[in-house]
């Protein structure tokens, strides 16, 4: 019962926390004139998705951990599926966000072509489609659900060998390819950026060129510090839990991708804008 009482605890501060940063990035980065761009549209749907991720771990799971309430229970697969669909939607949301620093950096004069304000919203409208897709291929048509199991105070996959299969394949090795790939776009991202860099000159317009080259980095340190919490979250979620014998910190593990990294996410965005920050708070 403590400990239930202590993850119920835990998801509600950190979803509370993540509903207000996410939300906050969500209603105030149009108010950003340096995120008036394809890069701030992406991060207010990252934001998004990940908004209401952390509602639904407010009002629907915090609640299950911490009182019983029979119709929640009931139909948490409901909320299985949504937050699913919004997990899917935020990473991939992350990997357009590194192809749009990538683009920034390597190719600027083809970036207002690929990544202008209307081919950002093309791009998510095709991204919705893909993950309502992975979605349904997932749950409704496979047979299987993620669903709220009390004897274990976490969300799961229906417990057979072919949802397990399905789930591990869609759910943690896809995730992994598109983790492994935002690595590499990151780390070409870096180096070009530090190339450019150090190529600048010193002239006239060297206070607007930093003023650039700081702009940039920002985006580049939000960009990396959340993948690098993407990558540590799923690696928790599926190898580290099978190897630690202490149920309560087995069970944080588990809720660590779920809940504390979206919880974050926002916020890493709002301290990587300093003009966002000065808004938020």
Avoid at 111 to 130: D, G, K, M, Q, R
């Amino acid at each position: 019962m403590e400990n239930e009482t202590f993850l119920g605890a835990f998801t509600l501060v950190s979803g509370i926390f993540g509903c207000f940063t996410n939300w906050s990035v969500v209603l105030f980065s149009s108010s950003v004139p340096s995120l008036r761009s394809s890069f701030g549209v992406l991060s207010a749907h990252g934001s998004f998705a990940t908004a209401i991720y952390c509602t639904i771990a407010v009002f629907w799971i915090a609640p299950l951990m911490l009182v019983d309430i029979d119709w929640l229970l009931k139909y948490s697969h409901y909320a299985g599926f949504v937050l699913y669909l919004c997990y899917d939607l935020a990473t991939e949301t992350h990997l357009l966000i590194c192809l749009n620093r990538f683009c920034a950096v390597w190719y600027p004069h083809k970036y207002p072509v690929f990544f202008s304000t209307n081919s950002s919203f093309f791009l998510l409208a095709a991204l919705w489609i893909f993950c309502v897709l992975i979605s349904i291929t997932v749950f409704p048509l496979s047979g299987c659900q993620m669903y709220y199991e009390k004897s274990l105070n976490t969300l799961v996959y229906t417990f057979t060998p072919e949802c397990q299969k399905l789930t591990f394949v869609v759910d943690f090795q896809l995730h992994m390819i598109v983790v492994f790939v935002m690595i590499i776009l990151n780390s070409l991202t870096f180096y070009q950026f530090r190339r450019q860099n150090k190529a600048v000159s010193v002239t006239l317009n060297h206070a607007s060129s930093r003023r650039k080259a700081k702009s940039e980095r920002n985006f580049l340190m939000q960009t990396f510090i959340q993948e690098s919490g993407y990558t540590v979250a799923l690696l928790s979620y599926f190898l580290l839990v099978t190897v630690i014998e202490n149920e309560l910190l087995r069970f944080i593990i588990i809720l660590l991708p779920w809940y504390f990294v979206h919880a974050f996410e926002g916020m890493v965005t709002i301290l990587c804008n300093p003009e966002l920050k000065n808004i938020c708070f």
